[in-house]
């Protein structure tokens, strides 16, 4: 199983950018996918998740400015980015919870960069 992540680059302050993530590979079910960020010096932080059910929690920081969503025929994750500020600036990173023929795993993308410049 794989996750590839794609959709990151250079925004100015206020503008969008929307990221997407996609599962590859032999699977049997997907359950919580998400997106995770990490800003130069900080530690990973969750950005979003959402559950094969599309319930959803957001991280204080980005509410009312981003938006998580899934296509489970494809096995993909986006994360809409509204409103960008500086501070959203960091490698965006996805992640899934993935039940295989191995059982369940924690599987993650191999980021991409977002940065948002005044």
């Known amino acids: 199983v794989q996750l590839q992540a794609s959709g990151g680059g250079l925004v100015q302050t206020g503008g969008s950018l929307r990221l997407s993530c996609a599962a590859s590979?032999?699977?049997?079910?997907?359950?919580?996918m998400g997106w995770y960020r990490q800003a130069p010096g900080k530690q990973r932080e969750l950005v979003a998740r959402?559950?094969?059910?599309?319930?959803?929690n957001y991280a204080d920081s980005v509410k009312g400015r981003f938006t998580i969503s899934r296509d489970n025929a494809k096995n993909t994750v986006y994360l809409q980015m509204n409103s960008l500020k500086s501070e959203d600036t960091a490698v965006y990173y996805c992640?899934?919870?993935?039940?295989?023929?191995?059982?369940?795993?924690?599987?993650w993308g191999q980021g991409t960069l977002v940065t948002v410049s005044s």
């Open positions: 959402i559950t094969s059910t599309s319930y959803t």
């Open positions: 992640n899934a919870d993935i039940f295989d023929s191995r059982g369940r795993g924690d599987y």
């Open positions: 590979g032999s699977m049997f079910n997907i359950n919580v």
